[in-house]
Nanobody, 122 residues
């Protein structure tokens, strides 16, 4: 599966963004999906994940209550709604897919999008 992330941008603290990740292929609905992010000089970190059916969702503690992951299997797309943005949310956000692992570990995901930059100004 090929992934294309979009929706990033420059936003003021407290603002909102919705990231999208469009997948190619006919088997999107069989993939667990996740969002990760990587800030300059830091390791890639887990943000949120959603199971193939959308029935199971988990978030990193740092984003709980502010971020919402969702998916539309008919549109082959996963979303990340980001509210109440903080300066520490500045990072490149990546979507990832894997058919076997529902995991918070980047090494478990076989497919990655190219990333979309989110910059939060204070």
């Amino acid at each position: 599966v090929q992934l294309q992330a979009s929706g990033g941008g420059l936003v003021q603290a407290g603002g909102s963004l919705r990231l999208s990740c469009a997948a190619s292929g006919r088997t999107f609905s069989s993939y667990h999906m996740a969002w990760f992010r990587q800030a300059p000089g830091k390791e890639r970190e887990f943000v949120a994940r959603i199971s193939w059916s959308g029935g199971t969702i988990h978030y990193a503690d740092s984003v709980k209550g502010r971020f919402t992951i969702s998916r539309d299997n008919a549109k082959n797309t996963v979303y990340l709604q980001i509210n109440s943005l903080k300066s520490e949310d500045t990072a490149v956000y990546y979507c990832a897919a894997d058919s076997r692992h529902y995991s918070p570990y980047a090494s478990d995901y076989d497919y990655w999008g190219q990333g979309t930059q989110v910059t939060v100004s204070s």
